[in-house]
């Protein structure tokens, strides 16, 4: 067998493995709006489904995805529990200006600072928005990056069909 074929056949095994390590949330700590540090580990939503969202004050289409979101945010949680945290990876320097776009945006999210990028790393985002779907088990269930409008439709389905699976 050429080496060419034994890595095509080892292609979609490394793929499940990669899955598999996100399957889990990541212990980190995290910083919240009052300097508290927060370990992810202790993040839950009584069973209900769990939205984490990368981003960061500089990211454009990030920006564009969350505020989609925030408009339709409280008929999700009405309909299915759901929560979502804002995970900014905005850094020592860009940081300080979180606060005051969440709040000059009025996002009712759950907003976190990760500036040393611990987080991100630990979860394997690499691009921003970077958005995961947990389950009450706080376990990936699906994933996306980039945002187009629609994508929160996208996103609102998967929650959906969460839900009714449980």
Same mark, same amino acid.
Not at 39 to 57: H, K, L
Not at 118 to 147: C, D, W
């Given at each position: ?58 990211? /454009?289409?990030?920006? /564009? ?12 949680? &009405? ?6 945290? &804002?995970?900014?990876?905005?850094? &020592? ?26 987080? /991100? ?43 009714? &699976?449980?």
């Amino acid at each position: 067998m050429n080496m060419k074929l034994s890595f095509l056949l080892l292609l979609p095994f490394f793929g499940l493995m990669s899955l598999q390590a996100q399957s889990g949330l990541p212990s980190v700590n995290v910083t919240d709006f009052t300097g508290a540090k927060v370990n992810t580990s202790t993040w839950e939503n009584q069973g209900d489904p769990v939205i984490i969202s990368f981003w960061a004050t500089w990211c /454009k289409p990030c920006i /564009k995805e969350l505020n989609a979101i925030q408009d339709l945010y409280p008929d999700w949680q &009405a309909e299915t529990g759901v929560r979502l945290i &804002a995970v900014s990876i905005d850094d &020592a320097r860009t940081s300080m200006g979180v606060r005051s776009l969440v709040n000059g945006l009025g996002w009712e999210y759950d907003v976190f600072l990760d500036e040393n990028n611990e987080f /991100k790393r630990a979860m394997n985002v690499v691009n921003i928005p970077h958005t995961f779907l947990l389950n009450g088990n706080m376990e990936v269930v699906y994933q996306h990056t980039s945002y187009a409008p629609g994508d929160e439709e996208n996103l609102y389905d998967h929650v959906l069909e969460l839900v009714e &699976a449980q």
